[in-house]
């Protein structure tokens, strides 16, 4: 039966001449196996490997954003919202906070785009497609806002209280001061929550594989498998998000500097 | 519905009365809405899955007490090393943290479980050695993978609470002629974990969180139940409903016991 | 407040709008998002290729239809197609009496044996006797795990059940479980493998189930959808007709894949 998986085979004659069972582990391993199978170009599935990452990190980028869009409303709506709002605000936070983001993801996957085109279909409208990126989004994105509505509701009320009172003695409207005080003003105590829900973003998308969706580590078990070199797929997509982190880090530092220009330093303590 | 998991600041505004009349509207609609969900979603499935419910129960609480435990252990060094110890210490314990928290749980599982299995049939010795019948099952991949992920994350929290120890306890014990190791363990210590305490609360329910991780790599849980129920019956939202219930109210038991917890430790830091 | 809140969906909805692309006419096959060889899998530059891939593209053109490949997770894929996420299902899923309940079926478009491999240093039958004692690996929601549970439920010392075939394949090659009952094409696949050459070989097929096993392998279509189905009788019988499926078989088969 003539097989068409063409690289497992070549890398399998490639081992076989080499011979001795440990070497055919080890071999792809440590010799040009490696460096053949992570290449970017077809043979190797290294392109693979980034196009992933591309749509992790495109994820992680909208979820995150629509994180802070859903956490800023969450924030006021807790803070200065009536009652009812206050209260649903706190069931979000809370339960989903509460409930694995596995869970949500699966939840939200399956319900959420059938409802939206339910909807849409009761409303007459043609129901529409949404591809994954923008689900995979939308449900990331829904689960960072919960997180972020603490953030910013923490960093709301660390602005001293003078500043705002100075502000609404000025007269400024409540967006102008939104705008001008209150923003600027919590954006240094807000920037370390929402550096780690960067972080936690960018590592979330990796649960996305489990409803299939394309993004890095579902493209590396995809690799994995038709590669049988589960080891070196594993650890180079590790790298991946390591390589992502610590650039993420050193961004954030510039930030977090920026932000915090003219305000006496933190010494590093107890969070 | 009030747990604050690690709520920086909590703003007291809100009147004293629990019970509002928004309330006992909000909980008339909620439930309506579970009432509903019972009477109009599909729950005929329940009983034939009792026994699978229960057991993956049980694992998923026992994986979360034994990783947290385990990893709380590690956590100490951990945060020791990084906070007080010779670079030599300092550095490896500093690069394992950055490694753990910054890829993703579900790869390094993966890893642990795939990768390694992958390399079992090269080595025949392991086969033979008295641990195979454990490293033919799956659980003991998921317990490693999640203490680990436990400790470095503990770890870090660990470092900032050793380094938040105020110097002048630990001056004042050494004047007292303690041992360095009477003295970590009488003062340093117990400070630094009551000053962890509050976010252990919030860790522990991450790793609670995390747990369903393990279905991927086939560990039974309460979550790889819910998932053998929606591919038996192709009911989808049932199971996911009622597995987010069971989660939510296992949280709500962490944070209660927590809180007691704390109030039972005297906090008096300076 | 209120205002956020507006702002929120109104750039939520922009987003989807924006994104999203309302393609009626562009039909979607279902194919699960995981290597199955000979039948599916990934090439290295992220492009799905085998003999199902190529049938499908094959049926679709038959049928004038424009299809797209979309790969989806196993074991949500007939929620998927129920949730019309997919429009039909082309992935080796066998016409069967339990998912009929949910969902309808072509005529099938190829039929092979189920078998069991094991690891070579171990010989055994795949029969309950045979499997005695034994931990067996099969894949989630197929009808190898209903026919497992049915036939060794009793003897087997475990039936472990995976997301994907890869999964239980690799993990038979690791030594963790004795044997796995799949498809026999997929797994002869396997076997021919550097990994599956060294550690496994065919113990043989099952014993015949129709009732569990099934007529063979149909696409997956939602029940309402019998005008799509009707075209895709057709276009199963077109190609058989008029030598596209020998031709695409001959490639991938050294023997009549359709079956009796």
């Known amino acids: 039966m003539p097989i068409r998986l063409s690289f497992p085979c070549r890398l399998a004659d490639g081992a076989r001449s080499r011979a001795a069972p440990i070497s055919t582990f080890l071999t792809p391993l440590l010799q040009s196996g490696t460096l053949e199978l992570l290449s970017p170009t077809p043979p190797g599935w290294g392109g693979n490997l980034l196009r992933g990452l591309a749509n992790s990190v495109q994820i992680a980028i909208g979820a995150f954003g629509l994180g802070l869009a859903i956490g800023t409303a969450g924030a006021y709506a807790k803070l200065y919202g009536g009652p009812i709002l206050r209260d649903l605000a706190e069931i979000y936070t809370t339960v989903v906070r509460a409930v694995p983001e596995l869970v949500l993801i699966l939840l939200l996957y399956y319900a959420g785009t059938d409802l939206v085109n339910r909807a849409l279909e009761a409303m007459g409208y043609a129901r529409i497609d949404i591809n994954g990126l923008v689900a995979g989004i939308v449900v990331l994105g829904f689960v960072q806002g919960a997180y972020a509505t603490e953030v910013l509701r923490g960093a709301i009320l660390a602005v001293p209280q003078g500043q705002i009172e100075a502000a609404r003695a000025y007269g400024m409207s409540p967006g102008k001061m939104l705008r001008r005080i209150t923003l600027p003003a919590m954006l240094p105590y807000a920037i370390p929550g929402l550096a780690n829900l960067w972080l936690i973003a960018t590592k979330d998308t990796a649960l996305l594989a489990v409803v299939g969706f394309n993004e890095l580590t579902l493209v590396t078990r995809q690799a994995a498998g038709a590669t049988k070199a589960y080891f070196t797929f594993f650890v180079a997509a590790g790298m991946l998000y390591l390589l992502l982190t610590l650039f993420s880090n050193t961004i954030i530092g510039r930030i977090e500097r920026w932000a915090r220009r003219g305000l006496p330093s933190v010494t590093e303590g107890a969070a | ?270 | 407040m209120l205002k956020g809140l507006k702002i929120a969906a109104a750039a939520l909805l922009l987003g989807v709008a924006g994104m999203a692309t309302a393609q009626a006419d562009t039909l979607k096959v279902g194919i699960a998002a995981e290597p199955y060889p000979p039948f599916a899998s990934p090439d290295a530059s992220g492009k799905w290729d085998g003999w199902e891939v190529r049938i499908a593209n094959a049926l679709c053109g038959e049928a004038k239809l424009e299809c797209e490949i979309t790969p989806i997770s196993w074991d949500g894929i007939i929620p998927a197609l129920t949730t019309k996420k997919i429009d039909m299902i082309v992935a080796s899923m066998s016409i069967t009496a339990e998912r009929q309940k949910t969902i309808a079926f072509s005529d099938k478009y190829y039929n092979t044996p189920t078998g069991i491999i094991g690891p070579k240093s171990e010989t055994f039958d795949a029969t309950p006797e045979g499997l005695k004692g034994k931990i067996l690996g099969v894949q989630v929601s197929t009808v190898h795990e209903v026919y497992a549970k049915k036939h060794f439920g009793d003897s087997a010392s475990e039936i472990k059940i995976y997301q994907t075939q890869d999964e239980a394949n690799a993990d038979l090659a690791a030594g963790r479980i004795d044997a796995v009952q799949a498809d026999a094409i997929a797994l002869n696949d396997f076997l021919a493998t550097d990994q599956g050459k060294e550690c496994c070989d065919m113990k043989g097929d099952v014993a015949e189930d129709l009732e569990v096993l099934g007529p063979g392998v149909g696409v997956g279509l939602r029940k309402e959808d019998s005008e799509l189905k009707d075209k895709i009788n057709a276009a199963i019988k077109g190609i058989r007709a008029s030598g596209k499926y020998d031709e695409i078989s001959k490639e991938y088969f050294d023997f009549d894949i359709f079956g009796g």
């Open chain 2, 1 to 270: 519905m009030t747990i604050s998991l690690a709520d920086p600041a909590k703003p007291q505004r809100r009147p004293r009365g629990w019970l509002q009349p928004h309330r006992i509207g909000l909980m008339a609609v909620g439930l309506a809405l579970v009432l509903s969900a019972a009477i109009f979603m599909r729950w005929d499935w329940l009983p034939n899955y009792y026994g699978l419910i229960a057991a993956g129960l049980w694992r998923t609480i026992w994986i979360l007490v034994l990783t947290c435990a385990i990893g709380f252990m590690f956590a100490v060094p951990l945060g020791l090393a990084q906070a007080a110890g010779p670079i030599w210490l300092a550095w490896p314990a500093k690069a394992f943290c950055t490694v753990i928290r910054g890829t993703p749980l579900l790869l390094q599982l993966w890893l642990l479980y795939f990768g390694l299995g992958s390399l079992f049939p090269q080595f025949p010795w392991i086969r033979q050695s008295e641990l195979w019948p454990y490293l033919r099952q799956a659980w003991p991949y998921g317990v490693l993978a999640l203490t680990l992920s436990f400790a470095a994350y503990e770890g870090e929290v660990m470092r900032g609470a050793f380094a938040g120890v105020p110097r002048g306890q630990i001056e004042a014990a050494r004047a007292f002629g303690m041992r360095r190791w009477k003295i970590f363990r009488r003062i340093w210590l117990p400070q630094a974990v009551s000053r962890a305490l509050p976010t252990l609360a919030g860790e522990t329910v991450l790793q609670l969180k995390a747990t369903p991780l393990v279905a991927t790599i086939t560990v039974v849980d309460i979550y790889a139940v819910a998932s053998r129920v929606r591919q038996d019956t192709y009911i989808v939202y049932e199971p996911l409903l009622l597995l987010a219930l069971v989660y939510l109210c296992i949280t709500g038991i962490i944070v209660f016991l927590f809180r007691r917890l704390e109030a039972r430790i005297p906090t008096r830091l300076g």
